[in-house]
């Protein structure tokens, strides 16, 4: 069974960092595109940041491009999402997610993790 375990969230100030990683298991990452998502309290679930299972392409919201890096270590099955240049509007919680090559839903998603910017 497919799982993906989230972890790297916590309390951080205006302009600082945090590195969010992403373990998988009962898949092989390298097979998969991955994405992150976030969500803020009252809001929707919204796109954050994806690579493609070849990681040849990375596709980043608006709001986080220049900011934010999606990577990934195949050898680890592992996805990560540094983020730089923290703001307060980027608390929430932020969840790690896959779905196959071909299709078009993401299929898996994690448990989420929790970043807190504070100003």
């Known amino acids: 069974q497919a799982r993906l375990v989230e972890s790297g969230g916590g309390l951080v100030q205006a302009g600082g960092s945090l590195r969010l990683s992403c373990a998988a298991s009962?898949?092989?990452?390298?097979?998969?595109?991955m994405g992150w998502f976030r969500q803020a309290p009252g809001q929707e679930r919204e796109f954050v940041a994806s690579?493609?299972?070849?990681?040849?392409?990375?596709d980043y919201a608006d709001s986080v491009k220049g900011r934010f890096t999606i990577s990934r270590d195949n050898a680890r099955d592992t996805v990560y999402l540094q983020m730089n240049s923290l703001k307060p509007e980027d608390t929430a919680v932020y969840y790690c997610?896959?779905?196959?090559?071909?299709?078009?839903?993401?299929?898996?998603w994690g448990q989420g993790t929790q970043a807190t910017v504070s100003s």
């Open positions: 997610t896959a779905r196959r090559r071909y299709s078009p839903e993401w299929e898996y």
């Open positions: 009962g898949l092989t990452v390298s097979t998969y595109h």
């Open positions: 690579i493609s299972w070849s990681t040849i392409n990375r």
